[in-house]
């Protein structure tokens, strides 16, 4: 299959034929620019339409099986018990109120102070 073209240029004769890019006798080692640009933006349409496509068969699973289950997606998606709400702070710095902790996650570092100097987590509590 590959007799004609040598070993150097495969890549490149494969991307030819699989895009359609007619070198019409370019005999240049490099590929004529404007035949890589068409190419570029050619690939670019062809996985953007491919990523479209996804996302469409993707929204359509989902709405089945919304539907399967005596739901709307819609009405899922816009579920206010669903999205997260910011936790209520549970400890603040004794001298700075403005610096709080909710309890979760790694301790602030005067948090990590105050435990190190003797003093509780109870003692920050609000």
Not at 20 to 31: D, E, K, L, N, T
Not at 37 to 49: F, L, P, S, W
Not at 114 to 126: C, I, N, Q, S
Request: aromatic residues 6%; hydrophobic residues 35%.
């Amino acid at each position: 299959m590959f007799t004609s073209v040598s070993s150097n240029y495969r890549a490149e004769w494969i991307l030819s034929q699989h895009i359609g890019i007619a070198r019409h006798g370019y005999r240049s080692r490099r590929p004529d620019p404007q035949g890589v640009e068409n190419a570029d933006g050619r690939v670019d349409r062809a996985i953007n339409g491919f990523e479209i496509r996804q996302k469409q068969k993707a929204l359509e699973a989902m709405k089945t099986t919304a539907q399967e289950h005596g739901c709307n997606l819609k009405d899922l998606l816009d579920d206010e018990s669903l999205k997260k709400t910011a936790v209520a702070a549970k400890y603040a710095h004794p001298e700075n109120a403005d610096q709080t902790w909710t309890g979760r996650g790694r301790k602030p570092r005067w948090v990590q102070e105050a435990l190190d100097a003797g003093k509780t987590l109870d003692d920050l509590a609000m």
